[in-house]
């Protein structure tokens, strides 16, 4: 075991300034949003966007999400149509995610977007994250801060576990208010297409005007929606009402289990807590994972979209 220093820092003004600095250096800074934390390094500096793809151990054909700070610095970068400014204008800043055409003149290093004509851009919610967004004046490249294929982190203390000696400065805002990834939604000439549910439900979205198809079918068109990408390392079993000898149990409203979700059976209860008891899940001695059944309606689908991904069968278990 090395002596090294805790990376966590909590949130002040002395640190929120270091984190500015080693932004402007090229460097990562683990950061909470109101999603998961992320692994914000400057989108326009190609060394700093290659060391997020290092430090995840994430594959390079996986695009990131660029944060901004203002709907004018998302302008400068995408394309926004009708349909895309009714989108931001609805639900910025907040947990939704736009992937849109990219300008030539956008300034971001090329490897943000992966080699795709599009960008994914988001403005998020969270004080500390838009505090560094202000400070640095530089859009935040910032995906999950966890090992590539491994659970979001939704405490500080998660992301040191995860990213271990590739944790950079962490600075520390509590646990996550909504406990999923943001919604990701393609803005085109041809409508506007579901890539993620998230917290902005499938619902909410409809209500804003928007016509939505669904993803789905052939072709993977957000990379990182592969089958198994939200990968515990134990097995999990889906619509569980009890527990077999070797299995955690998940709980949420009538279902008790080891420990649950929520047991009001509030769906954003639930997703605040998921990524926090998946890892308490790994963490704990039985072999197996169950999770009882969660209705798939609002916040649901969201959760049941990162539950079939936990316990789709692996491609390997190398
Ligand atoms: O809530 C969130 O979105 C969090 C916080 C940190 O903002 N970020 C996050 O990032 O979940 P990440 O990298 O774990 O997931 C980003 C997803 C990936 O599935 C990626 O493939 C997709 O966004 N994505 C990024 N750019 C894209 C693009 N141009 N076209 C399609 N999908 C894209
Ligand atoms: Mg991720």
Do not use: C
């Amino acid at each position: 075991m090395s002596a090294r220093k805790t990376p966590i820092s909590p949130f002040n003004g002395d640190a929120l300034a270091e984190a500015a600095r080693r932004i402007l250096r090229g460097e990562l800074v683990a950061v909470p949003t109101e999603t998961v934390y992320g692994l914000a390094a400057d989108a326009t500096n190609p060394e700093a966007v290659a060391r997020i793809y290092a430090a995840k151990g994430r594959p390079s054909f996986n695009p990131l999400i660029v944060h901004v700070r203002s709907l004018v610095q998302a302008e400068w970068i995408a394309y926004f149509n009708s349909d895309a400014l009714a989108l931001a204008r609805a639900f910025w800043p907040g947990p939704l995610t736009l992937v849109l055409p990219r300008r030539a003149t956008s300034g971001l290093a090329p490897a943000v977007s992966a080699g795709l004509p599009t960008v994914a851009l988001r403005m998020p919610k969270h004080h500390i994250v838009q505090a560094l967004l202000t400070l640095a004046e530089r859009p935040l490249a910032a995906p999950s801060a966890n090992r590539s294929g491994s659970i979001s982190p939704t405490t500080a203390t998660h992301v040191a576990e995860s990213l271990g000696e590739d944790a950079p400065m962490i600075l520390d805002g509590g646990p996550t208010e909504r406990g999923v990834e943001s919604t990701i939604v393609a803005v085109g000439p041809q409508g506007a297409r579901l890539l993620r549910p998230g917290p902005i439900s499938v619902e909410q979205l409809r209500d804003a005007g928007m016509s939505l198809a669904l993803s789905g079918g052939s072709g993977i068109e957000a990379p990182g929606m592969m089958a198994s990408h939200y990968a515990p390392s134990k097995l999990v079993r889906l619509d569980a009402i009890e527990a077999a000898t070797d299995e955690w149990l998940i709980g949420f409203g009538p279902v008790e289990g080891d420990e649950s979700l929520s047991a009001k059976g509030d769906l954003a209860e639930a997703a605040a807590n998921f990524f926090a008891a998946l890892h308490r899940a790994e963490a704990a001695p039985p072999a197996r994972i169950a999770v009882a059944p969660i209705p798939d309606t609002g916040l649901g689908a969201a959760i049941n979209d990162r539950l079939r991904r936990a316990a789709a069968p692996r491609p390997e278990t190398t």
